[in-house]
């Protein structure tokens, strides 16, 4: 995920920049609850609490969901359709 620029350099945490991006980005995109997050960052080696999930999200949602709004596809009118035909019993 590009982050955007008005993101902040976050000095003084212990994660990386990129890693809380990811978080916040997960919990907003895929609409999973903190305990969620914490185990998917479990899964990949990373001790955060719910808690703490739960306070990035607080304090950057705004900036990620941001960007998320921003790089969604806008309607327009023009709508294209995918034909599938299925042969069954030769017909």
């Not at 008005?6 to 003084?12: D, I, N």
Request: hydrophobic share 40%; proline share 5%.
């Amino acid at each position: 995920m590009k982050l955007p620029s008005s993101f902040p350099c976050l000095k003084g945490f212990c994660y990386p920049r990129d890693v809380i991006a990811d978080v916040v980005w997960v919990y907003h995109r895929f609409a999973r609850s903190t305990a969620d997050v914490e185990d998917l960052l479990a899964e990949r080696g990373a001790v955060v609490s719910c808690e703490t999930v739960r306070l990035w999200v607080n304090r950057f949602g705004s900036d990620i969901t941001g960007c998320i709004w921003r790089d969604r596809p806008r309607p327009n009118d023009k709508w294209h359709l995918d034909d599938v035909v299925i042969s069954i019993n030769g017909k």
